[in-house]
Nanobody, 113 residues
Framework: QVRLVESGGGLVQPGGSLRLSCAASGSDFNIASMGWYRQAPGKQREFVASIDGIGLTYYVDAVKGRFTISRDNTKMTVSLQMNSLKPDDTAVYYC???????WGQGTQVTVSA
């Protein structure tokens, strides 16, 4: 059974950076597409970024040029480097194993002065 645990959230000022990490357990991590999603208060959960098994990446337009998704298959982790953060980026961020449709518990990111 795949299990995902996120870390790295917190409070940051506008323009700052945070790095989220997602540690996975499960036997098929190397071929699983992994993604980051977020849910702001009062809004639906939305796609942020994904990376497939060979490293191809996809981003929602709102974060292109600011966020970078990466993976380390030896450590079974997927990360989201977030730069130039804006108040609109405030949300709970979730890691997702797209192959097995498994979600992590989420980590709060708050961008505020």
């Amino acid at each position: 059974q795949v299990r995902l645990v996120e870390s790295g959230g917190g409070l940051v000022q506008p323009g700052g950076s945070l790095r989220l990490s997602c540690a996975a357990s499960g036997s098929d991590f190397n071929i699983a597409s992994m993604g980051w999603y977020r849910q702001a208060p009062g809004k639906q959960r939305e796609f942020v970024a994904s990376i497939d098994g060979i490293g191809l990446t996809y981003y929602v337009d709102a974060v292109k040029g600011r966020f970078t998704i990466s993976r380390d298959n030896t450590k079974m982790t997927v990360s989201l480097q977030m730069n130039s953060l804006k108040p609109d980026d405030t949300a709970v961020y979730y890691c997702r194993d797209l192959r097995n449709d498994i979600w992590g518990q989420g980590t709060q990111v708050t961008v505020s002065a």
